[in-house]
């Protein structure tokens, strides 16, 4: 199974597209990303590239999916 790191920022905002996350601000090196239902946006920072892992793992938790959902999305990316 696939790690969660050295995954790319583009890779990253892919797989919030394909979850219907939608940009709703930047601000500095950071975006936020929601959707309706959702209580808190998704803070991803555009400056670190590629995301280091532990905010990987934070966003995935935030969004309510898994890792394995995750990483099955981001192959769909590619």
Do not use: Y
Not at 14 to 41: D, N, Q
Request: net charge positive; hydrophobic share 40%; proline share 4%.
């Amino acid at each position: 199974m696939k790690k969660l790191s050295n995954i790319s920022v583009k890779e990253f905002r892919a797989v919030l597209t394909l979850l219907e996350l939608r940009k709703i601000r930047t601000k500095g090196g950071h975006e936020a990303w929601m959707k309706a239902g959702m209580t808190r946006p998704v803070i991803i920072q555009t400056h670190v590239n590629p995301m280091p892992e532990l905010v990987v793992q934070n966003c995935l938790r935030n969004i309510g999916i898994k890792k394995e959902e995750f990483i099955a999305l981001l192959e769909k990316t590619k």
